[in-house]
């Protein structure tokens, strides 16, 4: 008699909607004392990490202090031998909006939609691509002094010749830390039922019925 109504708690196990874990810290950095910071302007600043978890990488957040609420895109950006690639396409682009706030905060966006498959090992870099003028009044906040981070360093373009361009190229700032965090969704894909698979839940729903009717 409970043969059906077994059968459609089994289908509902088996090929029920399940729902996604959220995302998991993976990598982080903030400056116990903060004591360092990179202007928000027309220079390209970068901080490289090292990834620890195997999954999709979702999102990340960057520690600004700024005088007014304004928003900068971030992107993602390969490596080699830990150094960003300048120039190169960006695995992954969202705009970070954050609030007038002088004390340094965590803001941040999701880059799931970008699908970076990513393994513990792998080096990337968290990228402001460089917008506006040096009278910037927002600030990457880190550490020059104090605490740093030991899988990866905050790297920038810099001014040079005459007349005064900007670098091509990244000059690592090897001590030197911007205060970030990255997210990890390891959870898999969600598992969506199959058409077969809810016509046979469909046909022990019925089961169950008619044997209740009778």
Known sequence: ?????????????????SAEAAPVLD??????????????????????????????????????????????????????AGVPVFGS????SAVVTYGGNEDPAFYGANVSSFSILVSPGDVLAIVDAGQGSD?????WTGSSHGNHYADGEFSTTVYTGSPIVISSAYSPQTGSDLGF??????????????????????IGLVCTASRRLR
């Not at 990490?49 to 600004?64: D, K, N, P």
């Not at 396409?89 to 992954?92: G, P, V």
């Not at 965090?181 to 469909?202: E, H, K, M, Q």
Request: glycine share 8%; net charge negative.
């Open 89 to 92: 396409t960006a695995l992954a």
């Open 27 to 80: 990598q982080d950095f903030v400056p116990a004392d903060p004591d360092g910071y990179a202007v928000l302007g027309p220079l390209t600043r970068a901080q490289t990490f090292t990834v620890g978890a195997e999954g999709l990488l979702s999102r990340f957040e960057v520690l600004i202090s700024a005088s007014d609420p304004d928003s900068r895109l971030f992107e993602i950006h390969p490596t080699v």
């Open 1 to 17: 008699m409970r043969k059906p109504l077994f059968l459609s708690i089994l289908l509902l196990n088996l090929f029920g909607l």
């Open 135 to 139: 009278s910037s009044a927002a600030w």
């Open 181 to 202: 965090r990255t997210y990890i969704d390891n959870s898999g894909p969600a598992c969506i039922p199959a058409p077969g698979a809810l016509l046979l839940l469909g």
